[in-house]
Structures are given as structure tokens and as C-alpha cells.
């Protein structure tokens, strides 16, 4: 569901731009004071039909079709507009549980601290998909009420989530989270393990140099990957010399070419 602008004030307006850029001929500075005239004419004659598609796509979220409830919120999440952030709270109580998750992934998107609590609520949504992605969301927010329950979903039954979960409190970033992602290098899947390297390469806390060092024998090579990054971000003299193992003896090449990058950027090699 787009912008769309009536048909005749488009041909309109194309054709009134044309005849303009003809009279000035290779005049480039009018003709780029012209463009922003045009593109503020058009943001004016929009704003009414976003509005519009707003209001549609909030009575959409009552629809009798769970999928047509689903592409609602979706649309709602990509235009982006703060009205929506209520009737999004509420679709999180749907009874379907793609409308959940698409409305919690919605309210990541638009970033209204009023979604806070109840996408931390829907991290207890019996659906995985919706714990996921309610954890997606609250990073985006990034807002520290959701660090506790965050780091209570590290130890979910679902790897997605924890995976979620790490990477949520990569972005929110606080000393408190360095310890739990650590344990979560250790976690049974590679994507949880990656995503809790990413993440404490995003926070730099220097207590997270030697677990990712170890990090960097992992047996799935995104993990190496990540670790590598990370060590390089966080920017602390005791990693050169595993970098330097990693960038001669590492079984895939491209984890060798990432250790020997990051040893060059950080003036390692």
C-alpha cells in the first residue's frame, strides 16, 4: 500500500515541470530551485493520502482475516506514523499470532516509548515468533527498562529469541548485559553465539577480550567471523597476537582475511 497522488495532478504536474525546464534550457541553479518547489508541492498534496492510508490500515487491524490484520500492521509499521502506536499495542493481544508478531515488529519501527511494556509483556507471548519478535522491537527502542527481561530470554527455550535477545542487548548496550552475553558464547546455537559476539563488540567492555579470543576456535565460522570483529572494535593490544594466529591458521579463508584486516585497521600487523 503506497503513496499514491491522484492521477491528473501528477500528469500535471509533470507536464507544468517539463515546460518550465524547457523555457530555462541549462539554467542548473533555477532548475534546482524548481525541484524543491515540486518536491514540497508534492509532500503537501501526500500528506492528506498518508493520512488517509493510516486511518485505513487502523481499521484494517479489526478485519474479520487474520491475514489482512497482519499486512495492517505491517503497513502501519512502514509508514511509520505515531497514531498507529495504540491500535498496534492492542493488536498485540490478537488472538492470531502472526498479527502479534507483525505488530510487535510495527512498534520497533516506530520507536514510541509508549510500546515499551507491552512489547516486554509480549516477550511471555506463548508464540516464539512473537517473543522474537517483541525483542527485535525493544531494541530497537533501546530503552534500558527492557535489559532485565531481555537477558531473562537469553535462557529460552528458543534459540531464535535468545538469538534476538542478544542482539537486542548488543544495541541497548550497558555493563550489565557484558556477563550474560559472555555466557551466551557458550550457548548450543551458532546464531545465538554469533549474535552475543556482535553484540559485546557493539558495547567494547574489555571483559569480553579473552572469552571472544576463545571465540575465535568456534566451531562454526560465523562465530569466528563475529569474534574477530568484535576484538577489533573493542581495540585491546591482547588480542593481536590470537588475530594474528586467526589470519595464518584459520581453515576458511575468509576468517583469515577478517583477522587480517582487522590487524591492519588496528595497527596489529
Same mark, same amino acid.
Given at each position: 500500500m503506497?503513496? *499514491?497522488?491522484? %492521477? ?20 542548473k541553479?533555477?532548475r ?5 518547489v515540486?518536491?514540497f ?5 501526500a500528506?492528506?493520502? #498518508? ?6 490500515s487502523i ?9 489482512a490484520r497482519?499486512?495492517?500492521a ?15 499495542i ?6 492470531n ?12 519501527w516506530?520507536k514510541?516509548d509508549?510500546?515499551?511494556?507491552p512489547?516486554?509483556?509480549a ?27 531481555? %537477558? ?8 531464535? #529469541? ?6 537486542? #542487548?548488543g !544495541? ?7 556477563d550474560?552475553?559472555? *555466557?551466551?558464547? !557458550?550457548?548450543?546455537?551458532?546464531l545465538v ?8 563488540g557493539?558495547? !567494547?567492555d574489555?571483559?569480553a577480550?579473552d ?5 575465535l ?15 577489533g572494535?573493542?581495540n ?14 584459520? !581453515?576458511?579463508?575468509?576468517i583469515?582475511n577478517t ?7 588496528q595497527?596489529?600487523?
Amino acid at each position: 500500500m503506497g503513496i *499514491q497522488i491522484p %492521477i491528473s495532478f501528477a500528469t500535471e504536474l509533470s507536464l507544468s515541470r517539463n515546460l518550465v525546464q524547457n523555457e530555462l534550457k541549462g539554467d542548473k541553479n533555477v532548475r534546482c530551485e524548481l525541484t524543491i518547489v515540486f518536491a514540497f508541492i508534492l509532500m503537501v498534496f501526500a500528506t492528506p493520502v #498518508l493520512a488517509e492510508n493510516v486511518d485505513q490500515s487502523i481499521q484494517s487491524l479489526k478485519d474479520e482475516n487474520s491475514i489482512a490484520r497482519a499486512d495492517a500492521a505491517m503497513t502501519l509499521g512502514e509508514l511509520n506514523d505515531a497514531s498507529a502506536v495504540e491500535p498496534l499495542i492492542q493488536a498485540l493481544k490478537d488472538d492470531n499470532s502472526s498479527v502479534r508478531s507483525e505488530s510487535a515488529k510495527a512498534l520497533g519501527w516506530i520507536k514510541d516509548d509508549r510500546a515499551v511494556d507491552p512489547l516486554i509483556q509480549a516477550l511471555n507471548d506463548p508464540s516464539w515468533e512473537v517473543r522474537s519478535s517483541a525483542a527485535l522491537a525493544l531494541g530497537e527502542l533501546n530503552d534500558s527498562e527492557a535489559v532485565d527481561p531481555l %537477558i531473562k530470554s537469553l535462557s529460552d527455550d528458543n534459540s531464535s #529469541l535468545r538469538a534476538r535477545a542478544a542482539e537486542a #542487548l548488543g !544495541k541497548i548496550g550497558s555493563e550489565k548485559v557484558v556477563d550474560p552475553l559472555i *555466557q551466551a558464547l !557458550k550457548d548450543e546455537d551458532p546464531l545465538v553465539r554469533y549474535q552475543a559476539a556482535e553484540a559485546l563488540g557493539n558495547i !567494547k567492555d574489555s571483559r569480553a577480550v579473552d572469552p571472544l579470543i576463545q571465540a575465535l576456535k568456534d566451531d562454526d565460522k560465523s562465530v569466528r567471523y563475529w569474534a574477530a570483529v568484535a576484538l577489533g572494535n573493542i581495540n585491546d593490544a591482547r588480542s593481536a597476537d590470537p588475530l594474528i594466529q586467526a589470519s595464518k591458521d584459520d !581453515k576458511d579463508s575468509y576468517i583469515r582475511n577478517t583477522a587480517s584486516n582487522v590487524l591492519k585497521e588496528q595497527g596489529w600487523a
